[in-house]
């Protein structure tokens, strides 16, 4: 593959983008949550080349992602929960699993879905995501865009840094406003669940869903029964719930900061999960550079609540420090 393109988010590039999505090219985009590395969902070669550029087991399925719910319901199907769910959060950090409809002529890639009878569905929350599936006129399946396992990408240079020369494009629409991906919530049987934390609280679901019990992601599911899989994971190791700090450690804070005079980051000093959830990816990959360039061994993190966001950034941070299995 050639040189990765660079392009901004004016309509004229965007439309340049859809046209290669079109040509079953690769193309990342800013999300809300993160940047998304985009494929038409319905051209199998085309989804067969994200899994190629991630390096990412086949086993594991995509997000699809829709530019409206008329066109979204075509695919899949809509129970009233899904649809009260719809109504409130999208676009927006909420990907909802509903099981596929088999009538519909337009079939998304089984490879995309890993030939599940289930399907993960999503409208993003910003110009640019929304504008691309609109000129492509394609659903596009879309999974973070970094190398599988690895942390993910919330600015158009981290996606840069990983996968050049391994996709045809980015288009920079500046770092993204929630900075965790989005809350996927299982709604193919009868009662919800959560399969990961993300840009959308659990508070926030409960007052519509009702109980919504935690399951373990598919891919966890399979790739190592009962355990967490190492994810999102910096290269120096990562040490969580820390009271204090060594020498040889870079330091990850949330609030007030304990004692350190090394390498530093704060998530958020005022303590804003919010905030803190913006940063977490940006630093920690920023922590892990330098760290590196430093001789540092680890990286220390305070304790972060498990409220709001913060499920989502405890959760990030759990799999980042998981024994590093696979690798
Ligand atoms: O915020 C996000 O969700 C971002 C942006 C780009 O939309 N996308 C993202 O995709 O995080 P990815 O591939 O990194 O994570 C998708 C997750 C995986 O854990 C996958 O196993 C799960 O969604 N998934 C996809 N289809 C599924 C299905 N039918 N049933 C259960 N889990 C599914
Ligand atoms: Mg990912």
Redesign the pocket.
Known sequence: MTTTLFLSDSNSDIQHAATLINQGGLVSFG?E????LGADATNTLAVQKIYKAKGRPSF????I?FSDTDHLFQFVQKTELALELSLKFWPG?L?L?LNQKLDNPVKISPVA?AS?S???V?I?NTHVARQLIHYSKKPIA???ANSSGKI?PSTAQHVFQELNNKIDAIIDSGPCQVGV??T?L?LSTDTPKL??P??ISLEQLIPICGPITQSQ???TKIIAPGQLSSHYAPSLPVRLNCKNVARDEALLAFGQPIEHTGLCKNLSITANLEEAAQNLFAYLRFLDIHGKELGLKRIAVMPIPTSGLGLAICDRLTRAAAPRLNK
Do not use: C, F, K, Q
């Not at 949550?33 to 998304?36: D, K, L, N, R, S």
């Open positions: 999300t949550t993160v940047y998304g594991n399925p995509l997000i992602h950090a990907t699993v879905t599940l289930t399907m993960a999503r993003p879309a999974p973070s993910s991906e989005s996927i299982d399969l990961r993300g840009g992601p598919i891919e």
